[in-house]
């Protein structure tokens, strides 16, 4: 398994999959070395994990695997100085070593651009069979201009020379058709699954929003979205439906919670909307600040233009919101019980949000029913899908020495 | 002699549009779909109903009238379709008024708008009775002797209110929880009445042409005329009469023209009147030929939806309740209007249909397909409904400025 990232050490929802898919994998038989590009300190009994350099876990971070942008943007290391493209160089030469050494695994399973081209190498040089597995392509990441060309080219190799692709969602597999021209045969869709553990030892006390609180006494309705302020999240049309909502149903606050390039054209467009009063800008925030916006809020909004899962929403469903979600994001596919709309239809998402906001019963049922549906998707079906996949791809396994 | 009473239910409701809160307090035309290809666009969904199954099994239904003395039916049709009918295919009136004027078509009595007003206002109910027997009288010069409530939802005092209001007998389901061992072939008394009569559906030789007739993995499929006049005989041992009760779009629409459905059925009444012990009755001539003096109470109500035969679809979860309460609210308030337009709209809005379409009761076994909507999802037509009643409100305040409250 060549991966990037894994809890704790994770900047986002790539470690989260990657460790329940590779504990659901191991406890139906798999043996699995997982691969990190930085000095492990992880200890599980369900599988191994290497370290393909020395570098320090925190070192990961500054090197933007989720910024396009940042590719070749060098950073301090210990050692000197390095940019994500000379760890990537050390991270193959590292596998090349480990597969010389007569390891010669039956998969490999790539996660992501960041490894395919280490994943290439081995079926190149090695005769590994390869399935590459796709979070979120470079298009998700680069919103419209279409992310980092470096990037985009990495993506289509390693989509062309995978014997099979699993993709997050269906909206990701017809992104992988459209923009790289793959065979739809070849690509298999495995939704995300959900696990409560992180949530486990949470307890909302009330304590980060005691402003909030005492507004939904006053009977306002809080709305919160929760992500990278980027083009493709879709916030600004986020941002106009709230105001057309206010218009007709005053009594609604919105919750903007997290950080990034679009920010202050949101508090720009939140003034000049004339609604500066009703919506909230949290800052980044994570562990129980975010789960605290999770509870307080009512509804949760995934306003993305384009979104391979949205792993945020289930989180939001799991804390009792009831959920509004773009028919653009893969989440959507897996959940009956919300409200889907298009990211540009402002409209659409005002008249939903008003009509939660003023029907109880619409509210409740939302909320209810969603509960039943997102504890359905297990890790499990995703490995069991995962196995079926390796079962077709082993028999492509071949020495070419 | 073995009796078979055939019974088609005609409807179509008046759909709400994509309806907007943006819209409410200037656009009051809830019904038309500007979109045509919109799930919602009303006048769409009649044309294509009507060129798949009302016009060629009227056609069909008209043919075997002139062709075969003997034959006969009965029909339920809604005032919400009459409507749609001489709006957007004028021809189907002309040809029920060829068929009714052989005197051997029985129309059936219920409500104008398809509405579960009986459970919610009997006066409401009882009006929308009325218009409805008017509507049948100005087109076709009769009048209903049976009843029909939408859904064929029944219970005890559906029965006292049709007795009352002089029926002769009540359509329901012979669901075998009421029945027990009884078989649902007879015209029994109901419960707590004097005269009236209860003709139950016989759901399983119902069911196997309206639902089972195209379903391959069925063992019986396909289903032969010889094999469906087998088992008729076999049912006309457990009683006087067969009651085949189902939906008219069954025929064209439901089970497509390609499965042979209109042949079989053209077949069927022509084998059937092929044996002189055989015949037809409509269900006024059923209440009297196939009356036992036995009674069947139904203490709560049965319906023909479902496997649970219930009214869950339309009122099982929270929205539908809220939406159901939410429009017979305004009766009152709508009725004292005095205005014909706002009262019409007003009672569109009860057509059973619109809470169907909020139904969710398959999403937690995943069988979201089994219920037809014209609407993305169960909460958009929620609040497209929502959305339109918001709009009536604006209307009841504009025509008595001080009094209405319009807050949500």
New interface residues.
């Given amino acids: 398994m060549l991966g990037w990232e894994l809890p704790p050490h994770n900047s986002g929802g790539l470690g989260v999959a990657c460790f329940n898919l590779s504990k659901s994998l191991a406890k139906m038989g798999a043996e699995i070395d997982f691969v990190v590009p930085y000095e492990s300190d992880h200890d599980f009994d369900f599988m191994h994990v290497l370290s393909a350099t020395d570098l320090d876990p925190l070192f990961q971070y500054g090197m933007g695997a989720y910024e396009s942008d940042k590719v070749n943007a060098k950073t301090l290391g210990e050692n000197g100085h390095y940019s994500l493209r000379d760890v990537q160089h050390e991270y193959c030469e590292f596998i090349k070593q480990y597969l010389s050494n007569n390891q010669q695994p039956d998969v490999i399973h790539a996660h992501d651009w960041l490894t395919f081209e280490t994943a290439i190498m081995a079926k190149k040089n090695f005769g590994i069979p390869f399935v590459a597995h796709v979070h979120a392509t470079e298009f998700d990441r680069g919103g419209e201009n279409g992310g980092n060309p470096l990037i985009r080219q990495i993506e289509y190799e390693g989509l062309v020379w995978a014997d099979k692709i699993v993709a997050v969602s269906q909206a990701t597999k017809d992104m992988i058709i459209e923009k790289y021209g793959i065979p739809a045969d070849k690509i298999d869709v495995a939704h995300n699954g959900f696990t409560t553990q992180r949530e486990d030892n949470y307890h909302f006390d009330g304590s980060s929003y005691q402003y909030l609180e005492d507004l939904k006494k006053q009977g306002y309705t809080i709305v919160s979205t929760v992500g990278r302020f980027t083009l493709q999240k879709g916030l600004a049309h986020m941002m106009r439906a709230a105001a057309?909502a206010i218009s007709?149903?005053p009594k609604l606050v919105f919750l903007f919670a997290g950080d990034g390039e679009e920010k202050n054209e949101l508090i720009r467009l939140s003034a000049e909307l004339g609604i500066a009063k009703n919506v909230i800008f949290t800052g980044f925030i994570r562990g129980k600040q975010l789960r605290d916006i999770y509870s307080i809020s009512d509804i949760f909004v995934m306003s993305s233009v384009s979104e391979p899962f949205g792993l945020t929403a289930l989180e939001a469903a799991h804390h009792g919101n009831a959920l509004v979600i773009t028919k653009q994001s893969g989440v959507g596919e897996v959940l009956?019980?919300?409200?889907?709309y298009d990211f540009w239809d402002e409209?659409?998402l005002?008249?939903?949000l008003?009509?939660i906001a003023?029907?109880?019963?619409?509210t409740?049922?939302?909320r209810q029913?969603v509960q039943?549906?997102y504890a359905r998707i297990s890790w499990d079906d995703v490995a069991q899908k995962c196995i079926q996949v390796y079962d077709e791809v082993k028999k492509h396994k071949r020495n070419i020495f | 002699m073995r009796s078979l009473v055939l019974y088609l239910h005609m409807h179509q409701p008046f759909r709400v549009k994509h309806y907007s809160i943006f819209a409410v307090g200037h656009d009051h035309d809830y019904w038309t779909d500007k979109d045509w290809y919109a799930g919602a666009n009303n006048e769409r969904v009649f044309k294509k109903v009507a060129e798949k199954s009302y016009a060629p099994m009227l056609k069909l239904l008209l043919r075997c009238l002139e062709h075969f003395p003997e034959f006969k039916l009965s029909l339920s049709i809604t005032g919400v379709w009459l409507e749609q009918a001489e709006t957007w295919a004028p021809e189907l009136i002309t040809l029920l008024q060829k068929m009714t004027e052989t005197g051997r078509v029985e129309i059936v009595g219920e409500t104008y708008y398809h509405s579960l007003a009986f459970f919610y206002n009997r006066e409401e109910f009882a009006s929308e009775v009325a218009e409805h027997r008017a509507k049948i009288q100005e087109l076709f010069g009769q009048t209903p002797r049976v009843l029909r409530n939408t859904e064929l939802a029944y219970n005890d005092d559906v029965a006292s209110w049709a007795e009352e209001h002089g029926y002769r007998g009540v359509l329901a389901e012979g669901w075998d929880k009421i029945l027990g061992d009884r078989s649902p072939n007879y015209a029994y008394s109901a419960y707590g009445c004097k005269e009236l009569k209860l003709l139950l559906r016989n759901y399983r030789r119902s069911d196997d042409i309206a639902f089972r007739f195209s379903d391959k993995r069925w063992p019986e499929w396909p289903l032969t005329v010889d094999k469906y006049l087998a088992w008729l005989y076999e049912d006309a041992e457990r009683g006087l009469l067969t009651n085949l009760m189902m939906d008219f779009e069954t025929f064209g629409e439901n089970i497509w023209r390609e499965t042979g459905i209109f042949e079989f059925f053209e077949s069927l009444v022509e084998r059937w009147l092929g044996d002189k012990a055989n015949r037809f009755l409509t269900v006024s001539e059923a209440c009297n030929i196939g009356s036992v003096q036995e009674s069947v109470s139904m203490p709560w109500t049965v319906s023909w939806a479902d496997a649970e035969r219930d009214l869950t679809a339309w009122l099982g979860n929270s929205m539908q309740q809220e939406a159901i309460s939410a429009v017979y609210e305004l009766r009152d308030e709508v009725l004292a209007s005095n205005d014909t337009e706002l009262i019409t709209d007003w009672r569109r809005l009860l057509t059973s249909d619109h809470v169907y379409y909020m139904c969710t009761k398959y999403f937690q076994d995943g069988d979201v397909h089994s219920y037809f909507s014209p609407y993305d999802s169960p909460f958009d037509a929620f609040s497209y409904f929502m959305n339109s009643l918001r709009d009536i409100k604006t209307r009841l305040a504009k025509a008595k400025p001080a009094a209405t409250d319009i807050a949500p």
């Fill in positions: 057309r007709v149903h009956h019980s919300i409200v889907r409209d659409k005002a008249d939903a008003v009509n003023e029907s109880p019963a619409l409740k049922i939302l029913n039943h549906e």
